[in-house]
T-cell receptor, first 114, second 113 residues
């Protein structure tokens, strides 16, 4: 049982380049989330999805887009990367709403924007 | 998230000592979760508290949620090097429509052998 898998785990981009982070979960979870983690800021919610075909903005959505075309996948896109987007990105999923259970996290994707 | 404040930001303790980490919100929490993150890795769920006054324990870690459901504490008894890592509290704040799960700023714990 793989749980939540993120790819790639590491990536270096130049300012203005685009990229997509892929999150895949094999637990048939309805809810999926993308967070970024920065020193002193904790984890901040970027976007989330409550089901296939749905997405919603979180705390810090600017500069990111997401898609949930398939229930098991949640993609995070950066159309034009900026140095401020250098961070560690975590994907998470949960069975239903978070008040009914825990979040399961991927191992993180470290992105550096030069 | 500014909605959840954790203290202290970092903690260095000698092995065998007890310690407490606090998580405070200005709003009522619908569910409070504690996670642990080992350096360079993802987050691991520790426990969830939902009822005011609730207390849960797992091995040497005890978490409590106060009666007003606005503050939680995580207490580690007789700390060990394996307890080192970043501890984060998280909560379903229900600030806007939908289920948004927010985290505190984290507490970095170092245990000196």
């Amino acid at each position: 049982n793989a749980g939540v898998t993120q790819t790639p785990k590491f990536r270096v981009l130049k300012t203005g380049q685009s990229m997509t982070l892929l999150c895949a979960q094999d637990m048939n979870h309805e809810y999926m989330y993308w967070y970024r983690q920065d020193p002193g800021m904790g984890l901040r919610l970027i976007h989330y999805s409550v089901g296939e075909g749905t997405t919603a903005k979180g705390e810090v959505p600017d500069g990111y887009n997401v898609s949930r075309l398939k229930k098991q996948n949640f993609l995070l896109g950066l159309e034009s990367a900026a140095p401020s987007q250098t961070s560690v990105y975590f994907c998470a999923s949960s069975r239903r709403g978070t008040n009914t259970g825990e979040l399961f996290f991927g191992e993180g994707s470290r992105l550096t924007v030069l | 998230s500014q909605e959840l404040e954790q203290s202290p930001q970092s903690l260095i303790v000698q092995e065998g000592k007890n310690l407490t980490i606090n998580c405070t919100s200005s709003k009522t929490l619908y569910g409070l979760y504690w996670y642990k993150q080992k350096y360079g890795e993802g987050l691991i769920f520790l426990m969830m508290l939902q009822k005011g006054g609730e207390e849960k324990s797992h091995e040497k870690i005890t978490a409590k949620l106060d009666e007003k459901k606005q503050q939680s504490s995580l207490h580690i008894t007789a700390s060990q090097p394996s307890h080192a890592g970043i501890y984060l509290c998280g909560a379903d704040m229900a600030l806007r429509a939908g289920n948004q799960f927010y985290f505190g700023t984290g507490t970095s714990l170092t245990v000196i052998p």
